[in-house]
C-alpha cells in the first residue's frame, strides 16, 4: 500500500511564499504521475497540477501564472511552489498519485488512486 505524506503547509501573509512538499513511500509509485490538488473552506476541492514521471507538467486554469509543480524521483519527493500567495489561496492542500498522466483535469480528480492528508496553507494579513 502506498503512502503519501504532506509537508510545507502554514500561516502566511499575502504575497509571500510557500513549498509543499509530498513524500511518497511503500508501493513502487515512481511510474505514477504525481498530483496536487487543494480544498478550500466550503468549496469543492479542485485539481491544481500534475506531472508524469518523464517530466511533463500540467496545471489548472490559471494556476501555472504562480505555482510550479518538480519531482525528485531519487526522493520520491514531489513539490510545489507557491509565489505571490493570496487569502483565496487558503486551502488544505493534498497531493495524490495517478496511474496515467493527462492534462484533463477531470481525469485527475476521478482517477488519482493514492492520496496524502493534507497540509493547512493560511494566507492572512
Known sequence: QAQ???SGGGSVQPGSSLRLS???SGRFLDNYAMG???QAPGKEREFVAGMDW????TYYGDFVSRFTIS?????KTTYLQKNNLKPEDTAIYYCAAC???THSHYYWMQNSEYW???TQVTVSS
Open 71 to 75: 519531482r525528485d524521483t531519487a526522493l
Open 54 to 57: 518523464n517530466g511533463d507538467s
Open 4 to 6: 503519501l505524506m504532506e
Open 116 to 118: 496524502g492528508q493534507g
Open 36 to 38: 496536487w490538488f487543494r
Open 22 to 24: 509530498c513524500v511518497a
Open 99 to 101: 496511474k496515467q498522466f
